[in-house]
């Protein structure tokens, strides 16, 4: 069965860096794009940026200044890194596994709650 | 502000047929594919519709979507107490170079 399972700090200080890893189990990168989206506490969802299996990465505008999505294919873990945190970021963070040729996220994380103070 | 707009809520009985709508631009849905996901509260999202009326595997066929232009929009048929959650569209934007979501809809079975 493949599934998702995400880690990282959930609480950390203004101006220091989030990192957050997601493995994949059951199912290998190839063919897939691997990515972040967040929910800020009671809002929306917001897309953060995606890698594809060959590590070609797009990032949200606003966001593509401080974040580094990357892949680590040793371990079958993508992960995400975001400097310089602020209140702003404090959200629940998900990773997921986008089907190729303009599909949709099908395959969530849990979601890991990162609380910036 | 999200990029797309939905209504921030809707309701109805079980059983009836109710349709949350999704509107965009030129940039989002008039050139790109739309998704539907379904988030329970305190639970991840969970995709429902995918290049704007392809139902993944094991997503009941009470679901179904449509795109019309700038406009997209999720039917759920036979409405169920357990639909009751979050609705989001989401659309790639081409002048963003980004994915964008709609600000979601509260859907409530009464």
């Known amino acids: 069965q493949v599934q998702l399972q995400q880690w990282g700090a959930g609480t950390l200080k203004t101006s220091e860096t989030l990192t957050l890893i997601c493995a994949v189990y059951?199912?290998?990168?190839?063919?897939?794009?691997w990515t972040w989206i967040r929910q800020a506490p009671g809002k929306g969802l917001e897309w953060i940026g995606e890698?594809?299996?060959?590590?070609?990465?797009h990032y949200h505008p606003s966001l593509k200044s401080r974040v580094i999505i990357s892949l680590d294919t040793s371990r079958n873990q993508f992960s995400l890194k975001l400097r310089s945190v602020a209140a702003a970021d404090t959200a629940q963070y998900y990773c997921?596994?986008?089907?190729?040729?303009?599909?949709?996220?099908?395959?969530w994380g849990q979601g890991t709650l990162v609380t910036v103070s | 502000q999200s990029v797309l707009t939905q209504p921030p809520s809707a309701s109805a009985t079980p059983g009836q047929r109710v349709t949350i709508s999704c509107s965009g631009s030129?940039?989002?849905?008039?050139?790109?594919?739309v998704s539907w996901y379904q988030q329970v509260p305190g639970t991840a999202p969970k995709l429902l519709i995918q290049r704007n009326d392809q139902r993944p595997s094991g997503v009941p066929d009470r679901f179904s979507g449509s795109k019309s232009g700038t406009s997209a929009s999720l039917a759920i048929s036979g409405l169920r107490s357990e639909d009751e959650a979050d609705y989001y569209c989401?659309?790639?934007?081409?002048?963003?170079?980004?994915?964008?979501f709609g600000g979601g809809t509260r859907l409530t079975v009464l």
């Open positions: 890698v594809d299996d060959e590590g070609t990465t």
């Open positions: 997921a596994r986008r089907q190729p040729n303009w599909g949709a996220e099908d395959l």
């Open positions: 059951g199912e290998s990168f190839s063919g897939y794009y």
């Open positions: 989401a659309s790639w934007d081409d002048n963003l170079s980004a994915k964008v």
């Open positions: 030129r940039s989002d849905i008039g050139s790109n594919y």
